[in-house]
């Protein structure tokens, strides 16, 4: 394989885009014979931690502080127990602002504004194609040693997430790629430990179980839900991939299936994934936080989660809160003839209607979370990336 063909009716996630080559490896066919890569994220816990080119997103343009790139040096302790407090990411933050703050608009001769291309690949030769990096998969040979079987990168085991993905999927399989919101949501954690330490939180719509697999590190039991088989057994070997996370702070995932469309949750014992009584009786009675990220590009799908949401805050036994993450995409629709934004208009519409409803037995709070806390997983954080907190409280 030496480039990976994209069909006209996929959807790619830009996380993956722009992925270095010799990390970009496909490591087996999923049940549907869809292809499989692993892809590395590095938690960029001190000013003095490198951006590994050979992780997602490796591209400098998406790292919080150029400090951060200084060493190779990497925080050997456990996320949750990192060390790192408030004052760190304070420091972390003031950088980034400071080397924003110092760049200038170049223009050229003319007046116009020069921008700066991204380098090409090294590995490219081909000058007439555009100036972008492609996706070379490194298919792994059936001699090599199965990266899915060995230990944590032994130099900075607490400091890099394993994934396992497909690239440029349908629509309905958009699940099984890692997406931005994902990522935003992933910051949020870390950043907000008091919500998650020693606590029970679920994450709908999991997909590869990355925010899940964060919020273990801190949590004490996180059920990390979506549905499909295939899907789920992604996300199970995600989970086996990054245990040591967990481990390190005493936490669990438990992955399990949850449908939006059905109202209770599945107890046959013979279905993979399903729910036990110990498990479901755990969930009622000490869930405290929600969380799901870029699961709102249908608006059936929208509105059966904001239903699931419904449900289950009346189920809970603890108030409870819902973190949602989700980008804004610009979309030119035929029937508009315009550029839209319809799955988020539809969110939006969806938020206003839970902040008006009323029960009698639970009122729900509101509210858009500032997207100016630490940044410690590399990406692009654009400003379509938008984080919403809804607060499910008993009403007076």
């Known amino acids: 394989m030496d480039e990976v063909t994209f069909r006209s009716d996929t959807v790619l996630s830009d996380v993956h885009l722009y992925t270095p080559n010799h990390r970009h490896l496909m490591v087996r066919l999923n049940g549907?014979?869809?292809?499989?890569?692993?892809?590395?994220?590095?938690?960029?816990?001190?000013?003095?931690a490198q951006t590994d080119p050979g992780t997602e997103g490796g591209d400098d343009r998406h790292v919080p502080t150029q400090e951060m790139l200084s060493t190779k040096s990497c925080s050997p302790g456990s996320p949750a127990r990192s060390g790192h407090g408030q004052e760190d990411y304070s420091l972390q933050a003031k950088a980034g602002t400071s080397s924003q703050e110092g760049t200038s608009a170049q223009f050229d001769e003319d007046g116009d504004?020069?921008?700066?291309?991204?380098?090409?690949?090294?590995?490219?030769?081909?000058?007439?194609?555009?100036?972008?990096?492609?996706?070379?998969?490194?298919?792994?040979?059936?001699?090599?040693?199965?990266?899915?079987?060995?230990?944590?990168?032994?130099?900075?085991?607490?400091?890099?997430?394993?994934?396992?993905?497909?690239?440029?999927?349908?629509?309905?399989?958009?699940?099984?790629?890692?997406?931005?919101?994902?990522?935003?949501?992933?910051?949020?954690?870390?950043?907000?430990?008091?919500?998650?330490?020693?606590?029970?939180?679920?994450?709908?719509?999991?997909?590869?179980?990355?925010?899940?697999?964060?919020?273990?590190?801190?949590?004490?039991?996180?059920?990390?839900?979506?549905?499909?088989?295939?899907?789920?057994?992604?996300?199970?070997?995600?989970?086996?991939?990054?245990s040591h996370l967990a481990a390190a702070g005493g936490g669990v995932v438990k992955v399990k299936e949850l449908?939006?469309?059905?109202?209770?949750?599945?107890?046959?014992?013979?279905?993979?994934?399903?729910?036990?009584?110990?498990?479901?009786?755990?969930?009622?009675?000490?869930?405290?936080?929600?969380?799901?990220?870029?699961?709102?590009?249908?608006d059936d799908l929208?509105?059966?989660?904001?239903?699931?949401?419904?449900?289950?805050?009346?189920?809970?036994?603890?108030?409870?809160?819902?973190?949602?993450?989700?980008?804004?995409?610009?979309?030119?629709?035929l029937r508009h003839l315009d550029v839209t934004c319809e799955a988020y208009d539809h969110f939006r519409s969806s938020l206003h209607a839970l902040e008006k409803l009323a029960d009698g037995k639970l009122r729900f709070v509101v509210e858009p979370v500032e997207s100016s806390f630490p940044q410690l997983l590399v990406y692009e954080r654009i400003r379509q990336l938008e984080l919403w907190k809804i607060v499910a409280e008993p009403t007076a």
Request: glycine content about 4%; some cysteine; hydrophobic content about 40%.
């Open 302 to 333: 929208t509105d059966a989660l904001f239903r699931t949401l419904c449900r289950l805050a009346r189920r809970l036994k603890n108030a409870c809160t819902a973190l949602l993450s989700i980008e804004k995409r610009l979309n030119f629709t």
């Open 113 to 242: 504004l020069d921008v700066v291309r991204r380098p090409r690949a090294t590995s490219d030769t081909d000058l007439a194609e555009p100036p972008r990096d492609k996706v070379h998969p490194v298919v792994l040979r059936q001699e090599e040693e199965d990266v899915t079987e060995g230990e944590a990168p032994e130099n900075c085991p607490h400091s890099v997430i394993r994934i396992e993905h497909t690239m440029a999927t349908p629509l309905e399989d958009v699940g099984k790629q890692v997406w931005r919101g994902a990522l935003l949501l992933a910051d949020y954690i870390l950043f907000r430990q008091d919500l998650f330490q020693g606590h029970t939180v679920l994450e709908l719509g999991a997909g590869t179980g990355l925010a899940s697999i964060v919020a273990a590190t801190m949590a004490r039991t996180v059920y990390c839900t979506d549905v499909g088989a295939d899907l789920l057994a992604m996300c199970q070997r995600n989970v086996v991939l990054n």
């Open 259 to 298: 449908d939006w469309l059905k109202d209770d949750l599945c107890t046959d014992a013979n279905v993979p994934f399903s729910w036990s009584e110990e498990d479901i009786s755990d969930l009622y009675n000490h869930t405290t936080v929600l969380f799901a990220a870029e699961v709102f590009y249908d």
């Open 32 to 48: 549907v014979g869809q292809p499989v890569f692993l892809s590395q994220f590095k938690l960029l816990w001190s000013r003095n």
